[in-house]
């Protein structure tokens, strides 16, 4: 079958394998190829290659969703629009080595995908692990490890997650991925929104050096320039590497777009000398979906809901493609009940979508890529209001209000604040990326009088993996100016139990019925592509009480 950038869905028991796929296979499973080596180098023979990993997706009890890339030639490059088709094959056997193939398919890649594959497998085992890898020509991709969704009514005992977000090719490295890779102990990992930037080379870096120029250099802005970008990312080994090791659960935000995007337009788009918006977000999506391994959901976004066991539920919002432009900073329209940041439609399908799953499982996680929790300040000086503006959206005179993210919607999120309150919807966990820091959250019904008033949620927001903070924006050393804001912020915001807004790294979210628990890892250099990782502070939200707390050591 002719494969596009729809994924073609194929059961496990639907196809015997031949003895020479599962001879190629296992090859390729016993061989574990290091991924470096593949991804530093460009193609140097005619024979089709491997260059940009492989990945899965989208968990599923019975279902996981495979995905990879091939240069059938070495002129088919990413957003080129050459190459001629090229046959690919897939297997999927339940041990590393491959001795016990569940499941072969093929299709074929084509120009018009990108030379993009993605295969829908269903009929496998909830609760397992499975390895898969792709080959075409006689060539065998890296094999990977996958794992699929407990079973919906099943007792789970415990989920394990990474959790990341905004990872800019030209500020660093991306050490989080490869920290993440090594731990060998995760269900899944979660990308909550910029995946990728959108900029040209030289307008958004580390402290405004480049460390490693991205392609194409100009800001993209056509389906050959997002898709050029999005094959820059995939040669990264340390995002290949943990592609290789667990299924990733990905939304996008703006980035994946252009800054500060809503349904009409973007702070960083100009209206007819880079196109209309419409094009430019269709070719965004486009490439999106060829590049990623995510299901195209509701409306060919990416909100949607996945579910592990009777544990957890997991809703995935977008919240980009159907929201009203941002509001001017201190103006009335933040509370206009006509202005939405989900649309009628996805705030209808979150707020019954937590009410059916209060009777279904413990918690509701709630896959968040711009903050819910309220952001107030009082008077700041204008040295910190600056950088403060650059990174949430804030006026500069100090007025509490942050309009690209829900503080800029606040009737959407009364409601869904509400909806949990009154219906007595409890374990809410919003987890959130976008603000390049680390916070640890109540979730306020009432922000201005609480902690009198009660908390609805909670919510763990993780910092980048490269993309600069405070304290880059400053040009300043970490734990200097910045522990000025922070304690700012705190002392303004009671609800703030902590954040860090200097650091890059990520977090390692760990769930059981008893306790939802986020631990907080730094790396010790962007810059440096053997960065160190190192636990910095704890939070959990314990079953029933809509509040976080403090846990002095992390989870094994």
């Known amino acids: 079958m002719t494969e596009t950038s729809a994924p073609s869905q194929t059961s496990a028991t639907s196809s015997a394998p031949s003895r020479r796929a599962v001879v190629k296979a296992a090859a390729a499973g016993a061989a574990l190829i290091p991924l470096v080596a593949t991804a530093a180098h460009a193609q140097t023979s005619t024979a089709p290659a491997f260059l940009h990993g492989v990945a899965s997706g989208d968990p599923l009890p019975d279902g996981i969703l495979l995905w990879t890339r091939v240069t059938p030639t070495p002129e088919a490059v990413p957003g080129s629009g050459l190459g001629a088709d090229a046959e690919v094959s897939w297997t999927i056997a339940a041990d590393r080595a491959f001795n016990s193939v569940v499941a072969t398919g093929s299709t074929t890649a084509t120009s018009a995908s990108d030379h993009t594959v993605k295969a829908d497998i269903r009929g496998l085992k909830p609760a397992t692990d499975y390895w898969f890898s792709f080959s075409s020509g006689g060539v065998d991709s890296p094999s990977a490890r996958t794992r699929t969704a407990p079973a919906t009514d099943a007792a789970v005992s415990g989920l394990r997650f990474g959790v990341v977000s905004c990872a800019n090719w030209e500020a660093g490295y991306f050490s989080s991925y490869r920290h993440l890779a090594a731990r060998g102990d995760l269900d899944a990992w979660l990308h909550l929104g910029d995946y990728i930037y959108e900029y040209k080379t030289g307008e958004y870096a580390a402290r405004g050096t480049v460390v490693r120029p991205h392609a194409p250099a100009n800001e993209i802005t056509t389906l050959a320039d997002y898709r050029t ?119 209808d399908w979150l707020k019954a979508g937590l009410t059916a799953s209060a009777a279904q499982t413990t918690w509701r996680l709630i896959g968040n890529s711009v903050m819910i929790s309220p952001v107030a300040f009082g008077s700041l000086p204008a040295y910190l209001l600056e950088p403060l503006d650059e990174l949430l959206g804030l006026p500069k005179d100090g007025l509490a209000i942050n309009t690209d993210q829900w503080d800029g919607y606040t009737d959407d999120r009364r409601e869904l604040l509400a909806h949990l309150h009154t219906n007595g919807i409890l374990n809410t966990v919003f987890l959130t990326g976008d603000i390049h820091m680390a916070w640890a959250n109540d979730v306020p019904v009432k922000a201005a009088t609480y902690p009198l008033s009660a908390s609805a949620a909670t919510e763990f927001v993780v910092t980048s993996v490269t993309s600069d903070n405070l304290d880059d924006i400053l040009k300043a050393e970490p734990g200097t100016v910045s522990l000025v804001a922070a304690t700012a912020i705190r002392a303004a915001n009671r609800h703030v139990k902590w954040l860090d807004t200097d650091s890059h790294g990520y977090g390692v979210l760990d769930i059981t019925a008893a306790r939802a628990q986020m631990d907080y890892y730094v790396l010790s250099d962007r810059t440096d592509p053997r960065a160190t990782a190192t636990w910095e502070r704890s939070y959990r939200t314990s079953s029933g009480t809509q509040k976080v707390e403090r846990v002095y050591s992390p989870l094994n």
């Not at 040669?235 to 777009?257: C, M, R, S, Y």
């Not at 009777?310 to 929201?323: E, G, I, N, T």
């Open 229 to 347: 970008r999005h094959g820059r990312y995939k040669t990264d080994p340390d995002l290949q590497a943990l592609h290789t090791k667990a299924p990733v659960i990905a939304i996008w935000d703006d980035h994946e777009f252009a800054n500060d995007a809503w349904s009409g337009g973007a702070e960083n788009h100009t209206e007819g000398t880079e196109g209309t918006w419409t094009a430019r977000q269709a070719a965004a999506k486009q490439a999106y979906f060829e590049w990623m391994p995510v299901r195209p959901s509701i409306a060919g976004t990416t909100y949607r809901r996945l579910r592990f066991g009777k544990l957890a539920d997991l809703s995935l919002l977008d919240l980009r493609s159907f929201r009203s432009q941002q509001a001017t900073a201190g103006s009335g329209s933040v509370d206009d009940p006509d202005r939405t940041i989900t649309g009628r439609a996805q705030l």
